[in-house]
């Protein structure tokens, strides 16, 4: 999928999932209002219905005791004062548990208890005093406390109510914005659905189209890799072919001439003899030519069959043995570090490690006894400069190899890689300049990196760097 659209899909989903988010968080409040409002509700209705039964049941009490003075009937005080006082505290105090929460009414509760401990007294005098005189005052002192307890329950209930209509009017303010807050945020999500599924059908019929092209590019590669598989064997016979058929005329030649030497060399004149001892020299770098591009061009094919563990330390020292004749004839020091194991493909490794040290014989200094110093060191892939992020996780070997030989221009580094390129003449030095491209090719088909350092006469230095482990 492109970045763009990708950009556009996620910000519409994260607009969608914003606004669910806030309805959400709106039906919440609506929701939670609604509760409290209920709770309100059934709290005020709690408290009127406390209030009232305490109301009732003292003017019952009051109304028992004037049914007395009335009649003198007994029957009146039953339940006596005593028991509807007691029913009255238990009241008030359900009531007073009801309103812990609020000091305001707490307040109005200790004023109300004042006031019935006032009217728990003159109900208690009421019942046992029966002078008409004495009853009128009781009646008037009734009246007048009485119309204080119906005052506080009064201011209670008022309380309750404010409270009530707050809370009710904070509910209707939510429900009156949250039908369009839903519709809203509903329809904002079904547009960007709408848009997201839009956007995702147009991607999914550019991304089917462009398999349909990979698919066809896929054909096109794998068409040309057979071609150019085909192209490779047929350069690999006629390589062979070539030298094969170029070969047979040399060795002819080298015969000839070598017949012409032993019989004919006292009746040739000496320029004749020198144009001889040319064109042997010249056949000789001839063969060597032949052999060096038959190496090349083989070089560098390994298959995952032939990748094997490899002990470099033995293959190092394997090498150094075929190059023994050559170190001793120049005296040289060769200082090693043991290797690790690595793996790869034993006879590029051997054609690598050949052609190196090879070159820093060749090219030693003529006043100075040859030196060449192996070290190697195991780097994570990010340590490397020169390799790439998706292969940071590898393990690497670096190796250096490190000579003090003639040395060469700095400027060289990458050419001495090609091939045929040459940075001496071969009067001065003789080879054919295919050496160090095929130690590239092996090192570039190992998927591993080549680099020369070169220091006017003082030496050269080769790192070599190689994953230990092959991708299979």
């Not at 109300?112 to 019942?127: A, D, N, P």
């Not at 996780?393 to 003639?406: K, L, S």
Request: hydrophobic letters at 40%.
């Amino acid at each position: 999928m492109h970045n763009p659209v990708q950009r556009k899909i996620r910000l519409g989903f994260f607009i969608a999932f914003s606004v669910i988010i806030a309805a959400s968080f709106f039906s919440y409040l609506v929701t939670k209002n609604l509760l409290d409002n209920a709770t309100r509700l059934n709290h005020t209705i709690e408290v009127s219905k406390r209030l009232e039964t305490i109301i009732k049941q003292l003017k019952d009490a009051e109304a028992a005791i004037r049914g007395y003075n009335l009649t003198a009937d007994t029957s009146f005080l039953h339940p006596n004062m005593e028991e509807r006082s007691n029913s009255i505290r238990s009241e008030y105090n359900a009531l007073r548990g009801i309103l812990i929460d609020s000091h305001q009414q707490q307040r109005h509760m200790d004023t109300l208890k004042t006031l019935l401990e006032i009217k728990y007294g003159q109900l208690q005098i009421g019942s046992k005093t029966k002078s008409p005189r004495t009853e009128r005052l009781s009646v008037t002192e009734g009246e007048r406390v009485m119309y204080r307890i119906e005052r506080k329950v009064d201011d209670m209930m008022r309380i309750e109510d404010t409270q009530l209509h707050e809370k009710t009017e904070l509910f209707r303010f939510f429900s009156a914005l949250w039908v369009p807050v839903i519709f809203i945020s509903s329809l904002v999500a079904i547009l960007i659905g709408i848009y997201s599924y839009i956007t995702l059908t147009k991607e999914f019929k550019l991304q089917l189209h462009i398999e349909s092209k990979l698919k066809s590019y896929q054909r096109d590669l794998q068409q040309n890799i057979q071609l150019l598989n085909k192209s490779n064997q047929e350069l690999e016979q006629f390589a062979y072919v070539a030298s094969h058929d170029l070969q047979e005329p040399l060795r002819k030649i080298s015969t000839f001439s070598d017949r012409l030497q032993v019989k004919y060399k006292d009746q040739l004149p000496s320029d004749a003899s020198q144009l001889l001892d040319r064109m042997i020299g010249a056949v000789g770098r001839m063969r060597v030519l032949i052999n060096d591009l038959l190496l090349f061009s083989r070089a560098g094919r390994i298959t995952p069959e032939s990748i094997t563990e490899v002990d470099m330390t033995a293959l190092l020292q394997n090498v150094l043995s075929d190059l023994e004749v050559a170190l001793q004839e120049k005296n040289a020091v060769v200082r090693t570090a043991p290797l690790p194991v690595i793996e790869g493909n034993v006879t590029g490794f051997q054609q690598l490690f050949q052609n190196v040290l090879a070159n820093a014989i060749k090219f030693s200094h003529k006043e100075r006894q040859l030196e060449i110093n192996i070290s190697n060191q195991l780097l994570k892939g990010k340590e490397i400069n020169i390799v790439k992020e998706n292969r940071w996780d590898e393990t690497f070997c670096r190796i250096c190899i490190e000579d003090n030989g003639i040395g060469f221009d700095p400027d060289y580094a990458e050419r001495i890689f090609l091939i045929f390129q040459r940075l001496h003449g071969i009067s001065e030095y003789s080879g054919t300049g295919i050496g160090l491209a095929i130690c590239k090719k092996i090192v570039d088909s190992h998927h591993g990196y080549i680099m020369a350092y070169g220091y006017p006469g003082k030496g050269a230095a080769f790192v070599i760097i190689l994953p230990v482990k092959q991708k299979k």
